[in-house]
């Protein structure tokens, strides 16, 4: 399994970006999926995640209401919609895969991309 972010990039507080994670070297609709970021000073954080299916989603709430995470089997890509964007939201954002379960414990997904950028700023 190989996974590779896009999409990060600068944008102003309360505006909004659409992260990818595309996957290759497997069949994406065996993995669970999940969105990971890494902001100053802090450990990694689980933000969103989802079932094979697409069917199941989970978050944490600091980003309840906000951020939507959805995948597309078919291209083997999934997405990582951030609405209302806040400063404390920059970071470098990772996908991880796992074939067990939607964990929002970084540390069950052994697969992870190299990340990319969001930075949160005016």
């Known amino acids: 399994l190989q996974l590779a972010e896009s999409g990060g990039g600068l944008v102003q507080p309360g505006g909004s970006l659409t992260l990818s994670c595309a996957v290759s070297?497997?069949?994406?609709?065996?993995?669970?999926i999940a969105w990971i970021r890494q902001t100053p000073g802090k450990e990694h954080e689980g933000v969103s995640c989802?079932?094979?299916?697409?069917?199941?989603?989970n978050y944490p709430d600091s980003v309840k209401g906000r951020f939507t995470i959805s995948r597309d089997n078919s291209k083997n890509i999934v997405y990582l919609r951030m609405n209302s964007l806040k400063p404390e939201d920059t970071g470098v954002y990772y996908c991880?895969?796992?074939?067990?379960?939607?964990?929002?414990?970084?540390?069950?997904?052994?697969?992870w991309g190299q990340g990319t950028q969001v930075t949160v700023s005016s």
């Open positions: 991880g895969g796992n074939t067990h379960d939607c964990s929002p414990d970084p540390s069950t997904y052994p697969t």
């Open positions: 070297g497997a069949t994406a609709r065996f993995y669970y």
């Open positions: 989802i079932n094979t299916s697409g069917g199941t989603t």
